[in-house]
T-cell receptor
Framework: GDSVTQMEGPVTLSEEAFLTINCTYTATGYPSLFWYVQYPGEGLQLLLKATKADDKGSNKGFEATYRKETTSFHLEKGSVQVSDSAVYFCALLGSARQLTFGSGTQLTVLP | GAGVSQSPSNKVTEKGKDVELRCDPISGHTALYWYRQSLGQGLEFLIYFQGNSAPDKSGLPSDRFSAERTGGSVSTLTIQRTQQEDSAVYLC??????????????FGAGSRLTVL
């Protein structure tokens, strides 16, 4: 079945540091890939998505590129802010039409 | 409505009692999902409704869990004879079903269930 493996946290960075959260997946066919974010005390929100190989999703300075050859969708941001502190979930939408999530990565950005 | 609405936001119950959690999806969204988020764990798929098709119940953890969706809109998740391990945040999401496969799920704020 479909599965998503993402970098375990927690991750603690200083403000303006570079962020990478690794995500790899296993799926049949051509899934769509997503990053969702959960800010403290809030619900899950879509951060960015990519629907086919080599697509780059981007939002709020975050980027992720759909790499079919490495089955990866790593999340990156060049300069994190304190307000980026949240839990980040990588997810895929496969042929079963349900989102399969990774376990989540807690990010804390220190001023 | 403007977003996915879930109620109650918090529910505390005693072991063995039944609970019902409600979800109002975004108007016009044909797909509705239930997920469970347990402390220290990821998001676990429970059930998926799409239009008039038979629901995908493959994620329900036991026969104590059931869900229905009336009139293609509101959904209720029922947990019978609750156990302490049922304590979690239950998330509902809805989406349009796009042929491109780029369905974007919009999540509600969740219902936090605590079983004493």
């Amino acid at each position: 079945g479909d599965s998503v493996t993402q970098m375990e946290g927690p991750v603690t960075l200083s403000e303006e540091a570079f962020l990478t959260i690794n995500c790899t997946y296993t799926a049949t066919g051509y899934p769509s890939l997503f990053w969702y974010v959960q800010y403290p005390g809030e619900g899950l929100q879509l951060l960015l998505k990519a629907t086919k190989a080599d697509d780059k999703g981007s939002n709020k300075g975050f980027e992720a590129t759909y790499r079919k050859e490495t089955t990866s969708f790593h999340l990156e941001k060049g300069s994190v802010q304190v307000s980026d502190s949240a839990v980040y979930f990588c997810a895929l939408l496969g042929s079963a039409r349900q989102l399969t999530f990774g376990s989540g990565t807690q990010l804390t950005v220190l001023p | 409505g403007a977003g996915v609405s879930q109620s109650p936001s918090n529910k505390v119950t005693e072991k063995g009692k039944d609970v019902e959690l409600r979800c109002d999806p975004i108007s016009g969204h044909t797909a509705l999902y239930w997920y469970r988020q347990s402390l220290g764990q990821g998001l676990e798929f429970l059930i998926y409704f799409q239009g008039n098709s038979a629901p995908d119940k493959s994620g329900l953890p036991s026969d104590r869990f059931s869900a229905e969706r009336t009139g293609g809109s509101v959904s209720t998740l029922t947990i019978q004879r609750t156990q302490q391990e049922d304590s979690a945040v239950y998330l509902c999401a809805s989406s349009l079903l796009l042929s491109s496969g780029a369905n974007v799920l919009t999540f509600g704020a969740g219902s936090r269930l605590t079983v004493l």
